[in-house]
């Protein structure tokens, strides 16, 4: 244990301002996460934020008064998005995708005709609904037309299929707590060579998560940030990167998707998503004898937890708070979904 007589913080493994261990850990991330995600030449910027913050990181960094565009809204974190623009009062539009649902790109490419569109936001998968959107197909269109594609992959890096550079993705964001398992606290963002010298025409909107602070020569690129990192939580994640095998974390998180929607197909639940994704599940409660917070109580009391969604879905879902719950399948193994299942099951009355 090294011994720190340092302003702080004075708990870490190692002191992030000396140039010998820390900094290359820091670089060191950043050439294994772009191997992860499958971006050949780019750019990580580790922020102390969580994703959202990364979110309003993109619009100040990434977008310019000069720049028109669309946000995929087809749910909360959509709608997140499109909020974050409009509070920097951003050129970009909400662009409505039904909840549940993928992009309808025939209408898509249509309206990209008819506007002027330099940018297009989106969630890979938006977690209020479960829909995974085929980043792959939209990213086709956004080259066709010379638009810049920048993807919240949050919830689903490590969890679904995702090739930044063969899908035409310009930027990603990624979060510490999601896929790579760790506790939350730190938050990735990845930008490709034709996103950064874009950024170069951008006046930046934000002194802490100003990108050029974090680029420039003095911070990223010797292995320092310009502020203080989550130490610890970073070092952690380096371990996570070294040994991180990505085809292996998507087959066993959509082993325990598919084992739990097989399990309880024949249960009072309908399922969202038109596209699930592996990362989690939402169902809707069907028999109005039941409702999703006497579920999640009954869950509770068994020290397990899925999340209900409360009155932030109510727009979408009409009495989403009573009928309408998601079940994430990143964290616990196969045999604590059977456990969860048996319980679920004995909810609903099938005393199995």
């Known amino acids: 244990m090294v011994k720190l007589f340092v302003p702080g913080p004075v708990t870490p493994l190692v002191y992030f301002r000396d140039n010998d261990i820390f900094p290359k850990f820091i670089l060191e991330n950043e050439k294994l996460l772009l191997k992860h995600i499958g971006c050949k030449k780019g750019y990580v910027i580790p922020y102390v934020l969580s994703g959202t913050g990364v979110m309003d990181a993109v619009v100040t960094n990434l977008i310019s008064d000069n720049d028109y565009g669309l946000v995929i809204n087809s749910g909360g974190f959509g709608q997140r998005w499109f909020d974050i623009c409009n509070f920097y009062n951003k050129n970009l539009i909400s662009y409505p995708v039904s909840f549940g649902k993928d992009i309808n790109f025939n209408r898509l490419e249509k309206t990209i005709k008819t506007i002027k569109v330099d940018i297009i936001l989106v969630q890979h998968h938006e977690t209020n609904s479960g829909q995974l959107h085929n980043i792959k197909e939209l990213g086709e269109v956004t080259k066709r037309h010379n638009i810049i594609l920048i993807v919240d992959a949050i919830s689903s890096f490590c969890t679904d299929t995702y090739h930044m550079d063969d899908w035409n993705v310009d930027a990603t964001i990624i979060s510490s707590q999601k896929g790579l398992k760790q506790d939350a606290g730190v938050s990735f963002l990845i930008i490709n060579d034709k996103l950064l010298e874009h950024s170069k025409t951008v006046k930046k909107g934000n002194y802490y998560n100003n990108i050029d602070t974090y680029l420039s020569d003095y911070c990223l690129k010797r292995g320092h940030t310009p502020y203080t990192p989550a130490v610890n939580l970073l070092t952690r994640i380096n371990k996570r990167l070294l040994?991180?095998?990505?085809?292996?974390?998507?087959?066993?998180?959509?082993?325990?998707?598919?084992?739990?929607?097989?399990?309880?197909?024949?249960?009072?639940?309908?399922?969202?998503?038109?596209?699930?994704?592996?990362?989690?599940?939402?169902?809707?409660?069907?028999?109005?004898?039941?409702?999703?917070?006497?579920?999640?109580?009954?869950?509770?009391?068994?020290g397990m937890f899925i999340t209900k969604v409360g009155k932030q879905v109510e727009r979408f879902v009409e009495n989403g708070e009573k009928r309408y719950f998601l079940v994430s399948h990143i964290g616990c193994n196969l045999e604590d979904h059977k456990e969860l299942i048996k319980e679920i099951r004995w909810f609903f009355g099938k005393r199995d």
Not at 261 to 271: A, C, S, V, Y
Not at 275 to 286: G, R, V, Y
């Open 243 to 302: 040994y991180l095998n990505v085809g292996y974390e998507i087959k066993e998180t959509k082993e325990k998707a598919d084992y739990f929607r097989q399990n309880i197909k024949d249960l009072p639940l309908k399922h969202i998503a038109e596209t699930p994704s592996n990362f989690l599940t939402s169902l809707l409660i069907t028999d109005e004898n039941y409702s999703a917070v006497d579920l999640y109580n009954h869950l509770k009391s068994k």
